[in-house]
């Protein structure tokens, strides 16, 4: 099942071009939003700047994951479904789900700051706190001497210097895996108000991570082994045009089938639990009818 459902994200992928399409679009849109940002000294302008890439961040969840829902749960056998145009589900998924989705973008917000926040407090309680040291180091005006510094401290330094970094990515990992399924529930749940939605959707994706975990631990595992290899690698290489390129390129399509794999994994049980064919189960089945 496992290598089905990864072939299928990858099928999914290569014959939606618009799936890469929309997520480009959404990377440029947001980088245009956020060197707005950068370079704007009003506080009034920055707040609405920020405020609207929260709402623009939300009307592409709802479109995007909508466009993905549709391709989780088609039937792959029909055949007008080849030339289906997603702009009008983009559309439709945006009026159904943006307000779930901003909703969903503030709870997994406020989920951070927490694991954030109790990374931050295990790191001072096993390894003590740095802000000393960082002083000590923000104290030399040349990043030279700054780095000379660095590599002049003890292990135990280094370790109190460099806890809180690593516990804080470990942290985001936790809470990413934590909510690995939650705006696909948001999308995929057709029968909660669109103010209840992001709540419940909350609880479904909790039940389903727990109800499916090694299931979802494979998967979480393998985007990220291949993300690590992919980084490691090219921070090997020599930078250049091309690499920088083929590495932008990397991350589109990584992220297209990531979204994708989870997307298909989380509608397959969608598709069980309405009744449905779970996504080929029962291919054996209309091959025997065919066969007779």
Do not use: H
């Not at 660095?150 to 470990?170: E, G």
């Amino acid at each position: 099942m496992f290598i089905s459902l990864i072939k299928k994200s990858f099928n999914d992928i290569v014959k939606n071009p618009v799936i890469t399409l929309f997520l480009v679009l959404y990377f440029i849109t947001i980088s245009l939003l956020f060197s707005c940002i950068s370079w704007q000294k009003n506080m009034i302008i920055i707040c609405t700047l920020v405020v609207t890439s929260f709402l623009f961040i939300a009307i592409f969840i709802s479109g995007w994951i909508r466009v993905l829902k549709e391709i989780a749960l088609k039937d792959e056998n029909a055949d007008n479904d080849k030339q289906k145009s997603y702009f009008p589900v983009f559309l439709e998924g945006i009026g159904e789900n943006v307000v779930p989705s901003l909703f969903g973008i503030v709870i997994y917000f406020i989920f951070s700051v927490f694991f954030a926040y109790l990374a931050f407090l295990i790191s001072i309680k096993i390894f003590g706190n740095p802000q000393e040291l960082i002083k000590e180091i923000q104290a030399y005006n040349n990043p030279a001497e700054s780095m000379n510094y660095i590599k002049s401290l003890p292990a135990d330094k280094l370790i109190q210097l460099y806890a809180f970094p690593i516990s804080l990515m470990i942290s985001a990992s936790c809470c990413l895996f934590t909510f690995l399924y939650y705006f696909p529930a948001i999308v995929f749940n057709t029968k909660s108000g669109i103010f209840s939605k992001a709540f419940v959707a909350l609880k479904d994706n909790f039940c389903f991570l727990f109800k499916n975990f090694f299931m979802s631990l494979g998967i979480y595992f393998l985007l990220g082994f291949i993300y690590s290899v992919v980084v490691v690698s090219k921070a090997y290489l020599p930078s250049n045009a091309v690499i920088d390129i083929l590495y932008i390129l990397f991350v589109i399509y990584f992220l297209s089938f990531a979204v994708m794999l989870i997307c298909n994994y989380y509608g397959k049980k969608y598709s069980c639990s309405n009744g449905g064919d779970c996504l080929g189960e029962n291919e054996s089945v209309d091959n025997a009818g065919k066969e007779d």
